[in-house]
């Protein structure tokens, strides 16, 4: 009778656990939102992948790289360009204070939809991190990020897009002028 039990007792749970795996929804992203204030345009992961496959971009995607006057392949060899990311050393590195710190900047500029709270968009974006290496077998390019963040809709900021983006530029400048500024010679 105990033995009849146990065993009702272990299908019961594996036929559970087998219920809630099967039904429980495995997030990943499938769009990217731009936004910007009131402004929110999704974009289908699927239409980045086949960018970054083909070079060339269609429908929604293809109307705002022309509105931000960027070249689809230039766009596409950047979605492309792979990082070699040791999973053990990177898992450690993104959990010390100087990683949250930097997964801090990047979660003002890529968080969830709706979202901005550190608490959930720093565990997000370490997440995308990890699985997107683990995906990829020790390396990373920006479609397995996309595609292991643990979200239905990963949501891009364009105002702290641009301030990243402006920064670079003022930094690359500057960078520019004293390089190519005869210094010696004073």
Known sequence: MK???KHLFLKIIFTYFSFINFVAP???ANYIAFVSGGFKRSIPIESI?????TGEAD?????????????????SELLNQEIELPIVLTSRLINTKIGEAIIGRVAKVIHPVKITDPKITIPA???GIILGIANKGDKLNAIEF???YPTD??????????????????VSDLIQFYSS???EKL
């Open 153 to 170: 809709t990963m949501a891009i900021s364009l105002p702290e897009l641009l301030k990243v983006v402006n920064k670079v530029n003022s």
């Open 146 to 148: 996309m595609k292991a």
């Open 49 to 53: 992948e086949r960018l970054a496959e």
């Open 181 to 183: 500024s005869p210094l």
């Open 3 to 5: 033995k009849e039990l």
């Open 125 to 127: 974006i370490r997440a």
């Open 26 to 28: 495995v997030y990943a």
């Open 59 to 75: 429908g929604i995607l293809k109307d705002l790289l022309k509105f931000g006057s960027q070249d689809p392949k230039k766009i």
